[in-house]
């Protein structure tokens, strides 16, 4: 005896198991749409432009990050091309195990206007712009002249090295032993523009070293 199958039941029946289907997968896509996204760039995940990424632990950069400020217009001193804030910790650490020499630097500011400033040190009334825990070196802006025998000044040539526009701030001390002998001034630009002559109060009276350093 064979048994027979009601066409219209199963029909029927294949019409609510898909009308089923939609409505799972409708309810699915509602309750992702609902649900709050996530932080964005969490640990593990990718770095995101345009907006602020957090994370729970540090993040590290094996390779090359190049980032040009384009939002604002070239003379807003506001546009922030990479912003990296830190509550109690270090925002930015650049570290370099390369051997002596400005392109193996950690952290590298580059000024390539006239009036450009290559890096910033920003610190309120309590606080420290700038802290440096090693030695200081001013190649451009500092060295060693000397003062020949038997004359009483000589003559520091910047033009090659930054100049001496503004208001420069120009310094200078004895470095040989010379008792009595002392440096009594340094003219910026003088004899002529971009150099500066330092004075001692008397003829030295053998070839005296001075050291010499220029701020702003």
């Known amino acids: 005896m064979r048994a027979t199958v009601d066409t219209a039941t199963v029909a029927r029946s294949r019409r609510s198991i898909l009308a089923a289907a939609a409505g799972a997968a409708a309810a699915s896509a509602a309750a992702t749409l609902a649900r709050p996204i996530a932080a964005a760039a969490a640990d593990g995940d ?16 094996d390779g090359r990050l190049l980032v040009n400020g384009q939002g604002g217009s070239l003379n807003d001193p506001s546009e922030i091309a ?6 109690h910790g270090t925002a930015v650490r650049g570290e370099s195990s390369g051997r002596r020499g400005s392109s193996t630097s950690g952290v590298c500011g580059v000024a390539n206007e006239p009036f450009a400033i290559g890096v910033v040190a920003i610190g309120d ?8 825990r090693a030695r200081v070196q001013m190649p451009d802006r500092s060295g060693r002249a000397t003062v020949l025998k038997g004359k009483a000044s ?49 003829a030295a009276s053998s070839n005296t070293f001075v050291a010499w350093l220029v701020l702003n």
Do not use: E
């Not at 001496?164 to 120009?170: H, N, W």
């Open 82 to 87: 990479l912003r990296v804030t830190s509550l």
């Open 154 to 202: 000589v003559d520091v040539d910047l033009r090659a090295r930054g100049h001496l526009a503004g208001t420069p701030l120009c310094f200078a001390n004895v470095m040989s032993y010379r008792p009595g002998t002392f440096v009594t001034m340094v003219r910026p630009n003088y004899p002529s523009g971009g150099m500066m002559r330092i004075y001692l109060n008397r």
């Open 46 to 61: 990718p770095l995101i432009l345009g907006q602020s990424n957090s994370a729970a632990s540090a993040t590290g950069l």
């Open 125 to 132: 009334a309590n606080g420290t712009g700038l802290f440096v």
